[in-house]
Each structure stands twice: as structure tokens, then as C-alpha cells.
């Protein structure tokens, strides 16, 4: 079975950067495990993988356009520390979760500095603007469930048990 539209593929994978340092690595029993072509990777990745098999072994070099996207200044801003409701203490790494002003998104952002109450949050993802390095393994191949292709991810495991899914087909835990 080749790895294409609706198909549950698990994957262990190392990636790095530029400098050759490690990143991110599935861990060994605990595979990437995801929907093909529903967006649950980044792009270049999903789209280096189209056609793959188990036991595939792959080296795939993404500019930042095909992974995590360019790095966005106007996505960093400076805000009052007042904002941080219930947080006694605000440090550099702390990551948060904020609601767009549609209130239909919500985006994460991540605490670049703290000068007593301005905190720099960053929007960009921490890979942003990074030529990324993967280095695969194919472990598996299955069809998707119907109520995964439904949902558009998948279940079990790690993401969602049975009945797991909010309203909108996502993982609630």
C-alpha cells in the first residue's frame, strides 16, 4: 500500500536544522501518526511522503515556505502584562493560548521577553522562517476510518479515543 489521500500513515522521524542540531524526533515506539492529505503535517512534508511505502526511508530538505512559512514580525508584539489573567509570574517560553478578534480562531503565541510589565508575545510558530531537515521512516499504512475521514484526523491512540472529538470533529484532550 503506497501512502496517498486518506490514509492513516505512522512514520518515525528526526528532524533538524541547518546546523545539523536535532529539533524534534518522534521517540522510538511512538510514532507520527497522521491523516495523508488533510493537512495534518506541514505541506512539503505531506507532500514529499505522496507515493511512499512502509519501510520507505526518506531525506527531505524543506524551505521555510513548505513548512512552518516565513517568519512574520508583525505577528510579534509587545503587550501589558495585566492581560495574563491569573499568572503570577510571567517568564520567557511560557506559551499561551489567545482567541483572533473573529473568535472563531485561536492562535498560540509564545513569551520572547519580559521588561518588567511589557511582555513580547510571538505568533509565529518556533520553526518559522527555518529550513527544517527530515529524516523518515514509514512504519505503516492503513485506510482511514470513515468517521476519521469524516473528522479529518485521526483517531486513537494519542489524538482521540472513541467519543473523544468536540463538536467540530476535533480532538477535545
Known sequence: MQISHHKVVSAQYT???????????????????????????????????????????????????DAYGEY????????????????????????????????????FVRVTAVDGDNVTIDGNHPFAGMRLHFDITIEAIREATEEEIEHG???GGECCGEGDCDEEGGCCN
Open 15 to 65: 528532524l533538524s536544522n541547518d546546523a545539523g542540531e536535532v529539533i524534534d524526533s518522534s521517540e522510538a515506539g511512538d510514532p507520527l501518526v497522521y491523516l495523508h492529505g488533510e493537512e495534518n503535517i506541514i505541506p512539503g512534508l505531506e507532500s514529499a511522503l505522496t507515493g511512499k511505502a512502509v519501510g520507505d526511508k526518506l531525506k527531505v530538505s524543506l524551505d521555510a515556505v
Open 153 to 155: 484526523h485521526v483517531h
Open 72 to 107: 512574520d514580525n508583525e505577528l510579534v508584539e509587545t503587550v501589558s502584562a495585566g492581560i495574563f489573567e491569573g499568572v503570577d509570574k510571567i517568564e520567557v517560553g511560557m506559551e499561551f493560548e489567545t482567541e483572533l478578534p473573529d473568535e472563531e480562531e485561536v492562535e
